[in-house]
Protein backbone atom coordinates (compact mmCIF):
# COMPACT_ATOMS: atom_id res chain seq x y z
CA UNK A 1 0.00 0.00 0.00
CA UNK A 2 1.44 3.24 -1.40
CA UNK A 3 -0.31 6.79 -0.59
CA UNK A 4 1.68 9.42 -2.26
CA UNK A 5 0.90 13.34 -1.01
CA UNK A 6 2.38 15.80 -3.69
CA UNK A 7 1.40 19.08 -5.07
CA UNK A 8 2.83 21.52 -2.10
CA UNK A 9 5.22 24.42 -2.83
CA UNK A 10 5.55 28.11 -1.73
CA UNK A 11 2.63 30.81 -1.89
CA UNK A 12 2.17 34.15 -0.90
CA UNK A 13 -0.81 34.91 1.89
CA UNK A 14 -4.18 35.15 0.18
CA UNK A 15 -2.98 32.49 -2.37
CA UNK A 16 -4.35 28.84 -3.54
CA UNK A 17 -2.61 25.15 -3.64
CA UNK A 18 -4.24 21.98 -4.62
CA UNK A 19 -1.70 19.40 -3.25
CA UNK A 20 -3.19 15.52 -3.97
CA UNK A 21 -3.05 12.31 -2.42
CA UNK A 22 -2.35 9.37 -5.24
CA UNK A 23 -3.06 5.97 -3.73
CA UNK A 24 -1.75 2.22 -5.21
CA UNK A 25 -2.06 -1.32 -3.57
CA UNK A 26 -5.37 -0.89 -1.88
CA UNK A 27 -9.06 -0.54 -3.05
CA UNK A 28 -9.41 3.19 -2.90
CA UNK A 29 -13.51 3.33 -3.34
CA UNK A 30 -13.41 1.13 0.35
CA UNK A 31 -11.37 4.25 2.19
CA UNK A 32 -11.66 7.14 4.25
CA UNK A 33 -9.16 9.80 3.56
CA UNK A 34 -8.14 12.22 5.61
CA UNK A 35 -5.53 15.28 5.42
CA UNK A 36 -2.92 16.38 8.32
CA UNK A 37 -0.56 18.57 8.72
CA UNK A 38 2.05 18.83 11.24
CA UNK A 39 3.86 22.81 11.26
CA UNK A 40 7.11 24.10 12.94
CA UNK A 41 7.23 23.10 16.16
CA UNK A 42 3.90 21.61 16.42
CA UNK A 43 2.07 18.81 16.70
CA UNK A 44 0.27 17.26 13.59
CA UNK A 45 -3.26 18.02 13.48
CA UNK A 46 -6.57 17.12 11.88
CA UNK A 47 -6.99 19.17 9.12
CA UNK A 48 -9.69 17.34 6.78
CA UNK A 49 -11.72 14.02 5.96
CA UNK A 50 -13.74 12.75 3.12
CA UNK A 51 -16.01 9.29 3.54
CA UNK A 52 -15.73 6.70 1.12
CA UNK A 53 -18.93 8.02 -0.30
CA UNK A 54 -17.24 11.18 -1.52
CA UNK A 55 -20.47 13.11 0.02
CA UNK A 56 -19.83 13.07 3.82
CA UNK A 57 -16.77 15.52 4.84
CA UNK A 58 -15.26 17.40 8.12
CA UNK A 59 -12.99 19.85 8.46
CA UNK A 60 -10.97 21.70 11.75
CA UNK A 61 -12.57 24.95 12.18
CA UNK A 62 -9.80 26.68 11.12
CA UNK A 63 -9.74 25.75 7.42
CA UNK A 64 -13.58 26.05 7.00
CA UNK A 65 -14.50 27.93 4.12
CA UNK A 66 -11.48 27.77 2.45
CA UNK A 67 -10.52 24.44 2.43
CA UNK A 68 -12.15 21.97 0.33
CA UNK A 69 -11.45 18.25 0.02
CA UNK A 70 -12.54 16.04 -2.63
CA UNK A 71 -12.18 12.44 -4.12
CA UNK A 72 -11.86 10.93 -7.52
CA UNK A 73 -11.94 7.30 -7.20
CA UNK A 74 -11.31 6.54 -11.00
CA UNK A 75 -7.77 8.39 -10.38
CA UNK A 76 -7.63 6.62 -6.90
CA UNK A 77 -6.95 10.38 -5.69
CA UNK A 78 -7.89 13.20 -3.28
CA UNK A 79 -7.13 16.43 -3.35
CA UNK A 80 -7.33 19.37 -1.09
CA UNK A 81 -8.11 22.72 -2.79
CA UNK A 82 -6.92 25.53 -0.47
CA UNK A 83 -7.90 28.92 -0.55
CA UNK A 84 -7.16 31.98 1.30
CA UNK A 85 -4.03 30.73 2.65
CA UNK A 86 -2.76 32.34 5.82
CA UNK A 87 1.05 31.90 7.11
CA UNK A 88 -0.52 29.64 9.89
CA UNK A 89 -1.33 26.88 7.55
CA UNK A 90 2.53 26.30 6.92
CA UNK A 91 3.18 22.69 7.61
CA UNK A 92 3.90 19.59 6.10
CA UNK A 93 0.54 17.76 4.93
CA UNK A 94 0.01 14.24 5.33
CA UNK A 95 -2.61 11.92 3.80
CA UNK A 96 -3.90 9.06 5.17
CA UNK A 97 -6.76 5.99 4.70
CA UNK A 98 -9.13 4.67 7.08
CA UNK A 99 -12.17 2.22 7.46
CA UNK A 100 -13.32 4.57 9.77
CA UNK A 101 -14.91 7.53 8.39
CA UNK A 102 -14.34 10.72 9.34
CA UNK A 103 -12.24 10.15 12.02
CA UNK A 104 -10.48 13.40 13.44
CA UNK A 105 -7.49 12.04 15.31
CA UNK A 106 -4.55 10.29 14.10
CA UNK A 107 -5.10 6.64 15.44
CA UNK A 108 -7.75 5.25 12.82
CA UNK A 109 -5.45 5.51 9.96
CA UNK A 110 -3.44 2.97 8.92
CA UNK A 111 -1.78 4.03 5.78
CA UNK A 112 0.26 7.02 5.89
CA UNK A 113 2.00 8.87 2.41
CA UNK A 114 4.96 10.92 3.04
CA UNK A 115 4.02 14.94 3.79
CA UNK A 116 4.38 17.65 0.63
CA UNK A 117 5.73 20.70 2.23
CA UNK A 118 3.34 24.32 1.83
CA UNK A 119 4.97 27.18 3.03
CA UNK A 120 2.77 30.52 3.27
CA UNK A 121 4.74 33.93 2.91
CA UNK A 122 3.32 36.70 4.71
Known amino acids: VQLQAYGGGLVQAGGSLRPSCAAS????????IAWFRQGPGKEREFVAAIARSGVSTSYTDSVKGRFTISRDDAKNTVYLQMNNLKPEDTADYYC????????????????WGQGTQVTVSS
Open 96 to 111: AASAVPLARTSRPYNY
Open 25 to 32: GLTFGNNN
